[in-house]
């Protein structure tokens, strides 16, 4: 089977970008206004027609870009919520992303009625997810491996699957999922939709589109449009500088958080292990880390605790963090492909961004590639020019309080927020994010009241029961 039909499009060329243009019924697109949809996204409206046709689909766009309410509004409508089946399944990469896509089906199935979806993710028991779609489930959201467990012990059934999703399918590439994602596509039955969504066009999504797919319509939404909020800078460095300009950069611009790429996990070590000397709040991101870990460490930087987080390409594939003051290139890509997703994480939402990325003498042939890739040429600055400003070392406004205990303990954001407000007597404005996850529970607070907030906290009661609470 080929993929019939090669599209290129951008939001210039789509004709209409409201979602009413649609064959949507009044109550999605209600909904769609209520949430602040006010217009689609290019990716959106390239995709969106096709796929509301039933005709499978491989899009590509750029991270952030709205990928998921386009495979979801398919979905949705494919679906009778009034057959008490498993009508959708949607493959991801990582438990976290799983758990970003769950929200926002949810959200835009607000629209219909009792539309019930559960997350099948690897780290939790079994016995729980068995239990969730024994009460039935319309669209199951899940990694590779755990679904084939579920699959395996007959806990999950896709004999009434009409819609077959792959998230991140080149994520899920670059994590071996092939054989898995081969095992539980087999199971699907051969009448479906499948829809396949990736941010990157790598030679394995071919292949895979020719093994699982019917005559796709391919979309690509280029996403060089978003540059004109994006500063770039480069700056020459050495094998030898490398690591201190990327301080100096800190030092100069003072970014409150800095999403630093390195090609390799042994220089994502190197760079934070060299940032922690030189005082600076810094966190990396690879592969290797636990789930656990990986929690603690997005947690920390997503409520602003951590000024840089370190992390190659694929770790970071997927990390919906808005508020991105910098993109630090600590090394180039060979891909000019990548360089334009590095650079894509900030300067979101109509924000402005810096992207500022360092190239010794050897890696000029990338900087090359990136050049006729963008079709401009590249800014230089030197380093000298980085001086330090501010007072003092760049710290993170905020700072973790860890309290030990989660969702297990029935503890709910509200009661932190009650316990550090009400009960210890701060202001909202003083308290950050509060993520609650099953064992532990992360809050941030302003650095000026931490020490004393964790001491209070530690004294006091959280839901009625006395708790443990560390700095992180
Ligand atoms: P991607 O999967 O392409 O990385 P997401 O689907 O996670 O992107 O969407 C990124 C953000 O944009 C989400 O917070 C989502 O709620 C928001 N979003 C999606 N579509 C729209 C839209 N049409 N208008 C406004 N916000 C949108
Ligand atoms: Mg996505």
Redesign the pocket.
Known sequence: MSITEQKTASAATSSSTSFAALPLNPATLANLAQL??????P??AASLPTALAGKDLIAQ?K???????AFALALLTNLNPRRFAVQALVLCPTRELAD?VTI?IRRLARATDNVKVVTLCGGVALRGQRASLEQGAHIVVGTPGRIMDHLAREYLNLEALNTLVLDEADRMLDMGFLDDIATVTKQCPKERQTLMFSATYPEGIEKLAKQFMREPVQIKVESLHTEALIEQRFYEVTRHTRLATVAQLLNHFRPISTLAFCNTKQQCKDLVTYLQEQGFSALALYGELEQRERDQVLAQFANRSCSVLVATDVASRGL?ITQLEAVINVDITPDAEVHVHRIGRTGRAGESGLALSLASMNEMGFVGKIEQYQKHASVWHKVEELIPTGSGPLLPPMVTLQILGGRKEKIRPGDVLGALTADAGYTREQIGKINVTEFTTFVAVNRAIAQEAMQKLNAGKVKGKSVRVRLL
Do not use: F, H, N
């Open positions: 602040g949809y006010l217009e689609m996204t990716i959106q766009a991270t952030g870009s709205g990928k998921t309410a970003q926002e919906d």
